[in-house]
Nanobody, 115 residues
Framework: QVQLVESGGGLVQAGGSLRLSCAASGSIFRENGLAWYRQAPGKQRELVARISSGGFTNIEDSVKGRFFISRDNGQDTVYLQMNNLKPEDTAVYYC?????????WGQGTQVTVSS
């Protein structure tokens, strides 16, 4: 069974930085792409960034140039480096993996950016 555990959220002032981590269980980590999503209050969950098993990345336009996704296959962990944070980045951030036709989600980590 796949388990994803996020960490690294918190309260930060506008312009600050945070690095989120998502630890994945099992040896299946390096075979799969992963993604970060976020969900703000009253809004739909939206894709933020993706990284393939080979390390290719895709960053959504809304955060491009500020957010960076990376992975460490030795640690079975994917990271989201968030720089120059803005109040509109406030949301719960979720790690996601799709495998064998199933979607796996972490429990989420809250990011709050104060103005």
């Amino acid at each position: 069974q796949v388990q994803l555990v996020e960490s690294g959220g918190g309260l930060v002032q506008a312009g600050g930085s945070l690095r989120l981590s998502c630890a994945a269980s099992g040896s299946i980590f390096r075979e799969n792409g992963l993604a970060w999503y976020r969900q703000a209050p009253g809004k739909q969950r939206e894709l933020v960034a993706r990284i393939s098993s080979g390390g290719f990345t895709n960053i959504e336009d809304s955060v491009k140039g500020r957010f960076f996704i990376s992975r460490d296959n030795g640690q079975d962990t994917v990271y989201l480096q968030m720089n120059n944070l803005k109040p509109e980045d406030t949301a719960v951030y979720y790690c996601h993996m799709a495998r064998d036709g199933l979607d796996y989600w972490g429990q989420g980590t809250q990011v709050t950016v104060s103005s």
